[in-house]
């Protein structure tokens, strides 16, 4: 990992990942081309935020909400600030230790539950038909829902395919209304799309400026199924906020790096869901929608990418 990872040198909201905690504790090719992922549709929510649709017809914000580290009071209090200033995409999961707070965010915030779209994800400790079934009941009881708007198997591990056919019977129930995938890459998905009766509508992965995954860029794109970036920002990591590159961008609309990186996903079609305990920040984020980046904009982050993961911890 690149050295410039260092709070010094992220600036913009220092270290998305640091800032979280510490408001916890207080209380707290081509990519580059300008062609859409998935086709976009003409409604808008109160944010401007455009609607993708998956391959089985749901419609999916392409803009959302991440809530990593956001637990408690402080979690419940961003998830009702994220909504209230127009986010509708809200994505938890189970091994976020936040679901209940999520729920008690979405309850707080008075919006419609028909308004939202909700995602959770099966942990690996859950894989399994068995497992998979108890683990969706638990964190549809602990969000105070009736249904899941999106359910993704969090890790290609364990009993994936035990765990996709518990899924496919919840969604054929009503219980879910998308199931998808997170961090697979594309040799998985043909394996378990060649075991299945339901596509996966999803696949979160990283990715980012740092690690734009051309390969699974294209794969999904042939295969129909939407990809979604989880970290958008790499979490600050790389001096993302203080890119040179993306910042020269940003001077000629008045944007900022994150504003410029999440201008980027949205013209490559890729769902991003940034995470950030400030309400400033939050409506920063949202404000994409008034500016494009031209071709030669888009190509110049292509050379950016460092063809490797941000988040080794995590793999």
């Not at 979405?106 to 683990?135: M, P, Q």
């Amino acid at each position: 990992m690149n050295k410039k990872n260092t709070p010094s040198a992220i600036n913009r909201r220092e270290f998305l990942q640091t800032s979280a905690k510490l408001a916890a504790s207080a209380m707290f090719v081509s990519l580059g081309t300008s062609r859409l992922f998935g086709a976009l549709n003409p409604d808008t929510a109160e944010s401007s935020i455009k609607n993708i649709t998956l391959n089985n017809g749901i419609k999916m914000p392409i803009l959302g909400f991440g809530t990593l580290y956001l637990n408690g009071a402080v979690g419940e209090k961003c998830v009702a600030d994220a909504i209230s200033l127009g986010y509708r995409l809200i994505d938890t999961a189970k091994v976020y230790n936040n679901e209940e707070s999520v729920g008690a965010g979405i309850k707080l915030s008075g919006i419609k539950r028909e308004e939202l779209f909700v995602t959770s994800k099966l942990w690996v400790d859950d894989s399994g038909y068995e497992n998979a079934k108890k683990a969706f009941e638990i964190s549809l009881n602990k969000l105070g829902l009736d249904y899941l708007d999106l359910y993704l198997i969090h890790r290609p591990r364990g009993d994936v395919k035990g765990s996709w056919k518990a899924m496919e019977e919840l969604y054929k129930e009503g219980r879910i209304r998308a199931i998808g995938i997170s961090n697979f890459e594309p040799e998985q998905i043909n394996d378990l799309m060649a075991n299945s009766t339901v596509r996966p509508t999803v696949n979160q992965i990283e990715t980012h400026a740092f690690f734009q995954q051309p390969k699974n860029y294209e794969f999904l794109k042939q295969t129909d199924v939407q990809m979604e970036a989880w970290s958008p920002f790499a979490q600050g990591r790389n001096g993302l906020f203080t890119n040179e590159t993306i910042a020269a961008i940003g001077k000629k609309y008045n944007k900022t790096n994150a504003q410029v990186s999440l201008r980027w996903h949205y013209q490559r079609g890729i769902v991003a869901i940034p995470r950030t305990s400030q309400k400033a920040h939050m409506a920063e984020n949202l404000d994409i929608f008034n500016f494009e980046l031209d071709e030669k904009e888009m190509k110049a982050i292509s050379p950016l990418d460092l063809n490797i993961t941000q988040f080794p911890e995590w793999t």
